[in-house]
């Protein structure tokens, strides 16, 4: 297969950035590195490329019934210019993919996927499609995507537009904002647990918008941001990644999502699956850990407790901004109160552990 490249690759081999494969594409990992990006997005501001994130647009006059019947979150609750986060799930109640939906008209929805799944969802969905009016579109070539996040992340923003950014509330969005002759979509979402934007901008305007972000963010300490830190600034905000805390094993409701599971919403694909796990009550779910013996727990390690296996570990990582090695698990509910004493296979050996409240890293006030 051969890898894809964003709009800004050349950009990111000029800057001298690590690049890797990720999902199918060639992405950068890091720049200066990762616990100096890391550190950057918790006291200053990071940018980062997420154009490998895939975009589907919906319209028609059945885009808000048919996208109710394809997610578990209930989007008639949206107004135009306001995004909403949605696992979107198989009818056996695991997640085909979680996604962002922002409805851009009254009857025009931008559906926003993962970067790895983008083959995957746009066939998915498509086949759900079947019967409803409404038309889809796979944008995800055309758009380019740059996430602003850090608490310097508005001041930097603001010295580019015009309208006060005081204005755009938390899962907002603005449409048509000029940045530099640009023409953007800008939302306040976020993926690291600071504030921040999405700035989306055709493919071939990328770079500039790139160049532009950054010379306005250089008095503020802005540096460039790969997924390296990207990983670690998302799990310490404990926010799940696909083929990690969600996965077409793993259902919404053991992944600790019930908020985005609107079971009132009858209809939605999954719903009987999930509104029977609801009743029955699951019997693992997500659960923080803190290392409290040597070690970093991985992706995959087991977790014991009284002679036996009772989860896994789905992230884990030494937690820069806290100085701890934290990890995210999926156990069974008998120990999933903090304060539970568990032990992480590591190399053979069982490595002391405890149970913590999510998420690990809150922003300041």
Not at 71 to 88: C, E, F, R
Not at 139 to 154: F, I, R, V
Not at 274 to 285: D, H, I, S
Not at 338 to 358: F, L
Request: net charge negative.
């Amino acid at each position: 297969m051969t890898e894809k490249k964003t709009p800004l690759y050349d950009v990111h081999l000029a800057s001298g950035a690590k690049v890797i494969e990720f999902g199918g594409w060639l992405m950068p990992v890091q720049y200066s590195g990762i616990l100096e990006e890391h550190r950057a997005v918790r006291t200053a501001a990071g940018l980062f490329d997420v154009s490998h994130m895939g975009e589907v647009a919906v319209s028609g006059p059945e885009a808000a019934s048919f996208i109710n019947h394809l997610v578990t979150n209930d989007i008639s609750l949206l107004n135009v210019n306001q995004a909403m986060y949605s696992p979107m799930c198989y009818p056996d109640g695991t997640v085909v993919d979680d996604l962002l939906i922002y409805r851009l008209g009254e009857q025009e929805y931008l559906l926003v996927i993962n970067a790895g799944n983008i083959d995957k969802d746009v066939d998915w969905i498509k086949q759900q499609a079947a019967g409803y009016q409404a038309e889809l579109k796979n944008l995800s070539d055309t758009m380019a995507q740059l996430a602003l996040q850090g608490p310097k992340a508005a001041t930097i923003l603001q010295t580019l537009i015009d309208t006060d950014l005081q204005d755009l509330k938390y899962y907002w969005f603005w449409q048509g904002m000029n940045i530099n002759g640009i023409s953007c979509l800008i939302s306040r979402t976020g993926y690291t647990g600071e504030d921040g934007f999405e700035v989306y901008c055709p493919a071939e305007a990328a770079a500039a918008l790139w160049q532009a972000l950054l010379k306005a963010g250089e008095p503020y300490g802005l540096i460039p941001v790969g997924l390296g830190a990207r990983d670690t600034l998302r799990f310490e905000a404990a926010l799940p990644l696909y083929g990690h805390e969600l996965s077409d094993r793993i259902t919404p409701l053991e992944a600790g999502l019930d908020i985005f599971v609107k079971l009132a919403k009858e209809g939605f694909i999954g719903w009987e699956a999930l509104t029977a796990q609801k009743q029955q009550g699951v019997t693992r779910r997500l659960a923080g850990l803190e290392m409290t013996g040597r070690g970093i727990a991985r992706a995959g390690y087991p977790c014991v407790a009284d002679g036996k296996v009772i989860g896994t570990v789905t992230s884990g990582s030494f937690a820069p901004a806290l100085g701890k090695n934290l990890a995210l698990a999926l156990l069974d509910i008998a120990y999933v109160q903090p304060g539970t004493a568990v032990g992480v296979e590591i190399r053979g050996n069982a490595v002391d552990a405890v149970v913590v409240k999510k998420p690990f890293y809150r922003r300041p006030k």
